[in-house]
């Protein structure tokens, strides 16, 4: 079946230090890829999503790269800020299930200056 | 940016009663979703509802759970009787019918069940 594995948390970085935090999925069809992150007091916001192997998702400083070798999708950034404070979800649909989503367990990341 | 809304943001209810959590989707969407997340372990599917109907559900979603589009822009969960273990944050999610792999989220509802 699906599933996906998250780095265990929490997690505490100076500012500017670089980020990774990894991410296995098991998948039995061909699946989407996500990152979302949950600031505090807020909904789940769309980070960023890779559809096929290699592809790279990126956004606000954030990179993710779609390994079907590894089956990863390690979120990376080269250099926080306090304002990257949040709780952050990996994720993947799969058409072949209706696109439900399939989560990790978060990991929290607190920056401190 | 249009995004997904809940209310309540907490609902505190008595083993055994009834609640309904409500969520208003992104005008356009056509998929609608609900998750839930117990403290402390994974963010779970439960049902996915699309053209009226459920078009996938987990088997979490039992019997004292059910959907619907009451109008043209609220979604709700109800729950009939609540038990203990229904205690989690509930999430309301929609998507684009041209993008229906990108799942739009609200900030949950946690419902305390005592």
């Known amino acids: 079946g699906n599933s996906v594995t998250q780095m265990e948390g929490p997690v505490t970085l100076s500012e500017e230090a670089f980020l990774t935090i990894n991410c296995t999925y098991t998948?039995?069809?061909?699946?989407?890829l996500f990152w979302y992150v949950q600031y505090p007091g807020e909904g789940l916001q769309l980070l960023l999503k890779a559809t096929k192997a290699d592809d790279k998702g990126s956004n606000k400083g954030f990179e993710a790269t779609y390994r079907k070798e590894t089956t990863s999708f390690h979120l990376e950034k080269g250099s926080v800020q306090v304002s990257d404070s949040a709780v952050y979800f990996c994720?993947?649909?799969?058409?072949?299930?209706?696109?439900?989503?399939?989560f990790g367990t978060g990991t929290s990341l607190t920056v401190i200056p | 940016e249009p995004e997904v809304t809940q209310t309540p943001s907490h609902q505190v209810t008595q083993m055994g009663q009834e609640v309904i959590l409500r969520c208003v989707p992104i005008s356009n969407h056509l998929y609608f979703y609900w998750y839930r997340q117990i403290l402390g372990q994974k963010v779970e599917f439960l049902v996915s509802f699309y053209n009226n109907e459920i078009s996938e559900k987990s088997e979490i979603f039992d019997d004292q759970f059910s959907v619907e589009r009451p109008d043209g822009s609220n979604f709700t969960l109800k729950i009939r009787s609540t038990k203990l273990e229904d205690s989690a944050m509930y999430f309301c999610?929609?998507?684009?019918?041209?993008?229906?792999?990108?799942?739009?989220f609200g900030p949950g509802t946690r419902l305390t069940v005592l």
């Open positions: 999610a929609s998507s684009d019918p041209d993008s229906t792999d990108t799942q739009y």
């Open positions: 998948a039995t069809g061909y699946p989407s």
């Open positions: 994720a993947l649909s799969d058409a072949n299930t209706g696109n439900q989503f399939y």
